[in-house]
């Protein structure tokens, strides 16, 4: 666990209590989910108590305490992807993964969730793999795009 | 799964005269040759009346009108039409009167029936320039508002503009404006709500997107206007996009003077600050939002006390939609006056809102108040795909509500839609067809508001939960007559109760849909039947036979995907669903290439 | 960047107008690529590579690309206008890099509007 990491985000953030959720982004994103060191280390040097870094944590949805996927995989649940049947694209993601929503794969490829709406509600159904977006989504699509991120994971397991 | 087209080659006698029969050979052929027979399927049709132009063919969902065709063409239009999707022109059939292959911008419904003000720069300028939005007269309003108009000056005009907030509930905006400048107490903030947690509405993304320098000028003249010196843009996390080319134009305007210390060299200080959202709907609500930027967790408050009395820091704020602070520049500009003349009596101006779902041409459109659903929906949007039935259009998000075909011709304003059961919301339009089960979408909202439920008043946090669980008993075929009259009573009370706007018009979808759409309840819980077949549980599959042998030649491609191994058979002959193991997920229907799956 | 006064805004605006506008400007051409998230999406991005291919293999000195948001029908993202000096603005839809080819060798080039590509001319109204 680099505690420079978060020092480092610490002094982005000058050290300014009232600026707690955005370390505690940075923090989610730099090492995907807000480890117990993390916060205890955070709350401490800022001088907030604990509970507050705990309640925003639990609160907000971005905020996970387990660590995710290392693709994490979001179908988007908007009403647009609903009447889009989105929810048939989310169940051959679990059952590809062989994990059901909000878990991640045991050997940390893979994290599956749905999410609310990415604004692209033209382009419904829609799936982001971390940064990348894939629209129109429809089954078959689904394979190829887990059977891309595990030849791309490999590929990096091995450099 | 369906052919994803048909081609209608016309057998009239006309055409058959002109050796249709050979073109739909040459179809036929050629689409085997490539291996496309399972996608594609040609069918012949009766005489379509435009015989001099024969051979025609038809290529449906698409509707394009091909003409006299010889076989010669066939191998050409199936490689560019069929396979890569660009149909033809020079095969395409003209009408006579309409002699211009390439049509005018102002000749697409799509594009003439709007009108952008908010939206006024989009695709126009590079949003990472700041010199492009002020080569389209940018930074004029406030050069304006600083040097000739007194705040007061601008409060008036914002008034005489009628405008009303975009974000939700349409509060006028000049008497907001009014309220924080009366306030009691120093520093005053303004505040852009960029949260945009409606799903099904993008407008605010694609403003911030594409113009953000529209926000951020209006927030100038509204800074000006209450006397604040701090502005602060709280955006959602979700929109990389939208934070990143913000950051930037925030950036240049700084630059510029244009924020900071004496703008314009007028004396003027404003500078803006971003907050970032971290996924939590009740965020877009003001006074969640507020206490999200102090760095708490996103729960409302009561009010009154108003933010315009205590807001952020517990001083007077003035909170605002991205939409409405994108609308002031242009009204400074041209006057209150000249933005009234637009819309109808109380709802003035025009409106953003994001044509999805069901719908031909999905996007992002500008439209004066006052249109009426109709020429949104058919005009502007082209109408339901596919040939389906239009059902219903939600609007509003969770907090509004569906409106029937009845209601088709329903002007669009803050009025007439609250009268409907709605409301505007922030702008989104989820068109639905006769595939969308309305007791399925009010489930889906009450799932969304019961988990998006901060928690802190009980009637919202247990009322949704009570409404949830009745729905769910109904869409899963356990529901009673008693299930319905109690889910209208709970409705009541959480919309009464509810401490704040998440919980009040949470059930808006249910009794909307209670009230157009009885028929769909009564068959869920009468018949244990889901009319448009989206509620699983109530649907049982069967395969015809006949079709699995003689199309699919027994292919099997549901029998590997089925989840449950339920469905059993061989090679080349029928498949068969076992009901007692079949977990009714509707795998078998959507990777059926021929269409054999039967739901009933 | 100097900090601008009052008087200096109409200064600013007529230069800027001077640099958008294809008239006063060096370039003949201007290719504006629609990228919203939808567009890039879409794979907006691509055409702005292929569109920036094009110019520095041809060595198009008059072919100026840059990138605009969102044009409002996401459904036929992804999206691009194309600009010859002097003539009404053409929008072409459903983009790809093969067709983005074409348009340079037909309309930027050539001159002649690829009509099959296109969904229609001139711009919309403001205001
Ligand atoms: C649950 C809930 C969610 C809301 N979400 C948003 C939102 O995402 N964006 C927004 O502008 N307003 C949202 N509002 C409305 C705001 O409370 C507020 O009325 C609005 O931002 C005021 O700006 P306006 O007057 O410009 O519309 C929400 C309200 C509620 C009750
Ligand atoms: S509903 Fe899925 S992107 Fe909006």
Redo the contacts between chains.
């Keep these: 666990m680099q505690l420079e990491t978060v020092d480092r985000i610490i002094q982005q953030h000058h050290a300014d209590?009232?600026?707690?959720?955005?370390m505690?982004?940075d923090v989610q994103s730099e090492f995907t989910y807000l480890p117990q060191e993390a916060l205890v280390y955070l709350s401490r040097t800022i001088e907030v108590p604990l509970s507050r870094a705990y309640?925003?944590a639990t609160?907000?949805?971005?905020?996970s305490l387990k660590p995710k996927g290392r693709y994490s995989i979001a179908v988007c649940?908007?009403?647009?992807?609903?009447?889009?049947a989105a929810v048939?694209i989310l169940?051959?993601f679990e059952?590809l993964l062989h994990i059901k929503t909000g878990q991640t794969t045991p050997d940390l490829n893979f994290g599956l969730e749905e999410?609310?709406?990415?604004?692209?509600?033209?382009?419904?159904p829609?799936v982001t793999v971390g940064?990348d977006?894939?629209?129109k989504v429809m089954?078959p699509k689904v394979d190829q795009i887990v059977k891309q991120y595990q030849k791309q994971g490999a590929r990096d397991a091995k450099t | 799964m369906p052919h994803r087209m048909h081609l209608m080659v016309c057998a009239g006698t006309g055409c058959v005269a002109n050796r249709s029969p050979e073109v739909r050979d040459a179809l036929v052929t050629e689409i085997a040759k490539r291996g496309l027979e399972n996608e594609i399927q040609v069918v012949t049709t009766g005489c379509n009346g435009f015989c001099g132009a024969g051979p025609l063919m038809v290529v449906q969902p698409d509707g394009i009108f091909y003409q006299q065709l010889s076989p010669k063409d066939v191998p050409h239009l199936v490689e560019e039409h069929f396979l890569k999707g660009r149909p033809v022109q020079k095969l395409m059939y003209v009408p006579p009167e309409t002699r211009t292959p390439l049509p005018k911008m102002m000749d697409i419904p799509f594009f003439s029936r709007q009108r952008l003000i908010a939206l006024r720069n989009r695709g126009l300028i590079d949003p990472e320039r700041i010199e492009e939005y002020i080569a389209r007269d940018g930074y004029a309003a406030l050069a304006k508002a600083l040097s000739q108009m007194t705040p007061q000056q601008i409060l008036e005009e914002v008034k005489i503009s009628g405008l009303r907030g975009r974000g939700g509930a349409g509060f006028p905006t000049g008497a907001k404006w009014e309220h924080v400048l009366k306030a009691e107490g120093e520093p005053k903030y303004v505040i852009c709500n960029g949260d945009e947690g409606d799903p099904g509405a993008f407008m605010d993304r694609s403003i911030v997107e594409s113009d953000p320098h529209s926000v951020i000028e209006g927030m100038l003249i509204g800074a000006r206007a209450i006397g604040a010196r701090w502005g602060v843009v709280y955006i959602r996390n979700e929109y990389p996009l939208a934070v990143q080319r913000l950051m930037i134009a925030l950036e240049q305007a700084r630059e510029y003077g244009l924020l900071g210390d004496n703008i314009l060299d007028t004396g003027f200080d404003f500078d803006i600050s971003v907050s970032r959202g971290a996924g939590a709907f009740v965020c877009g609500e003001a006074t969640a939002l507020v206490s999200a930027v102090e760095g708490r967790p996103g729960e409302p408050r009561a009010r009154p006390p108003r933010l315009a009395q205590h807001g952020l820091w517990g001083k007077p704020t003035c909170l605002n939609n991205v939409e409405t602070w994108a609308d002031v520049p242009p009204i400074i500009n041209n006057g209150g006056a000249w933005y009234a003349q637009i819309g109808t009596e109380k709802s003035k101006g025009t409106k953003v809102f994001s044509l999805v779902g069901k719908i031909n041409n999905t996007g992002l459109v500008e439209v004066p108040m006052g249109i009426t659903l109709r020429e949104i929906i058919y005009d502007i949007g082209g109408g339901v795909p596919g040939g389906k039935k239009f059902k219903a259009v939600q609007t509003g998000g969770p907090s509004g509500g569906c409106i029937p075909n009845e209601l088709i011709d329903l002007p669009i304003d803050f009025e007439s839609l609250a009268e409907a059961g709605s409301m505007m919301g922030s702008g989104g339009m989820v068109i639905m067809d006769e595939d969308t089960c309305m007791v399925d979408v009010a489930r889906y909202f009450l799932a969304f508001t019961q988990d998006e439920s901060c928690g802190k008043c009980a009637p919202c946090r247990e009322g949704t939960q009570l409404m949830l669980d009745i729905l769910t008993r109904i869409t899963d075929g356990h529901g009673t007559m008693e299930d319905l009259d109690a889910l209208e009573e709970v409705a009541k009370v959480v919309a009464e109760t509810s401490l704040c706007g998440l919980g009040t018009s949470a059930p808006n979808p249910v009794l909307t849909t209670m009230r157009y759409f009885r028929d769909e309840y009564l068959a869920h819980i009468g018949a244990h039947k889901c009319p448009a077949h989206v509620c699983r549980q109530l649907n049982t599959y069967r395969i015809d036979p006949a079709i699995c042998v003689e199309r699919g030649h027994g292919c099997g491609v549901c029998r590997r995907e089925c989840p449950e191994k339920a469905i059993f058979g061989e090679k080349n002959q029928a498949h068969r669903v076992d009901a007692t193991l079949c977990n009714k997920c509707g795998t078998c229907v959507d990777v059926c290439h021929f269409n054999a799956v039967i739901v009933e | 960047m100097p900090k601008l006064k009052l008087e200096d805004l109409a200064e600013v605006r007529e230069k800027a107008r001077k640099a958008t506008s294809l008239r006063e400007g060096a370039a003949r051409v201007k290719m504006t690529v629609h990228m919203g998230t939808c567009g890039i999406a879409a794979g907006a991005r691509k055409i702005v590579e292929a569109a920036l291919r094009e110019v520095e293999q041809g060595d198009l000195r008059d072919v100026m690309v840059t990138t605009s948001g969102c044009a409002g029908l996401c459904s036929r993202e992804p999206m691009a206008t194309v600009e010859v000096v002097g003539e009404a603005p053409v929008k072409y839809v459903d983009l790809t890099e093969a067709k983005v080819k074409a348009i340079f060798k037909e309309h930027i080039l050539g001159g002649k509007i690829v009509e099959q590509y296109a969904l229609a001319i001139g711009s919309e109204r403001a205001y």
């Design positions: 209590k009232t600026a707690l959720i955005a505690l982004q309640s925003l609160f907000y949805r971005a905020f649940m908007g009403t647009a992807c609903h009447v889009k048939k169940e051959k059952r999410v609310r709406c990415l604004g692209c509600c033209g382009l419904a829609v940064p977006l894939y629209g089954l």
